[in-house]
């Protein structure tokens, strides 16, 4: 069926280094792709997102990265920090509707 | 800056008992959801809300589950007959344009 998953379920990053955080979707007739962290008893939290017209977008800290062709997701987190410790979750909507469904999320520990 | 509110943080109920959970979106959004977490598993979707009617459900939005929005500023999420498999985290969501959620802190929903 159709689905967005994630490749890892845990990363352990040393401080200061990158992380990458990566999804795999099945449905072509995804146009929105977003990024979200869960810290421990909060809901999500938006980080980014992309649209599918695009292949890369930056914010602070973070980047989205877009592959259409093998219908992959990323997310790098750059100097990775004690906050950025949480579960990672990507989420993609359809071009027609307006839910978003989300993949089995990471856990990002970051090593002091 | 503004933020999705949803109350009680957390609920006990007994099996079969009726549990409303509340939220309150933000002000300007139009489109309002309903997520839920089971423990340790990915967030899914219930449903969603648009123009004063359910636009998308869910398989696990049986007709135990109802939404609501009864004035201005309320969104609730009704549960009938509540099972023993109803316990999660459930999220309430909001956006302005159907793409970008912004979630609750959720409430816990335990059932006995």
């Known amino acids: 069926g159709e689905s967005v998953g994630l490749h890892l379920p845990t990363l352990s990053v040393q401080e200061g280094d990158n992380s990458i955080i990566n999804c795999a979707y099945s449905n072509s007739a995804s146009d929105y792709f977003i990024w979200y962290k869960q810290e421990s008893g909060k809901g999500p939290q938006f980080i980014i997102d992309i649209r599918s017209n695009m292949d890369k977008r930056q914010g602070q800290r973070v980047t989205v990265l877009l592959n259409k062709t093998v219908k992959h997701l990323s997310l790098q987190i750059a100097a990775t920090q004690p906050g950025d410790s949480a579960v990672y979750f990507c989420?993609?909507?359809?071009?027609?509707?307006?839910?978003?469904?989300f993949g089995g999320g990471t856990r990002v520990l970051v090593k002091p | 800056e503004p933020e999705v509110t949803q109350t009680p943080s957390h609920q006990v109920t007994q099996m079969g008992q009726e549990v409303i959970l509340r939220c309150v979106p933000i002000?300007?959004?139009?489109?309002f959801y309903w997520y839920r977490q089971i423990l340790g598993q990915k967030v899914e979707f219930l449903v969603s809300f648009y123009n004063n009617e359910i636009s998308e459900k869910s398989e696990i939005f049986d007709d135990q589950f109802s939404v609501e929005r009864p004035d201005g500023s309320n969104f609730t999420l009704k549960i009938r007959s509540t099972k023993l498999e109803d316990s999660a985290m459930y999220f309430c969501a909001s956006c302005e344009g159907g793409e970008k959620l912004f979630f609750g802190s959720g409430t816990q929903l335990s059932v006995l």
């Open positions: 002000s300007n959004h139009l489109y």
């Open positions: 989420a993609e909507k359809k071009a027609a509707g307006n839910k978003l469904t």
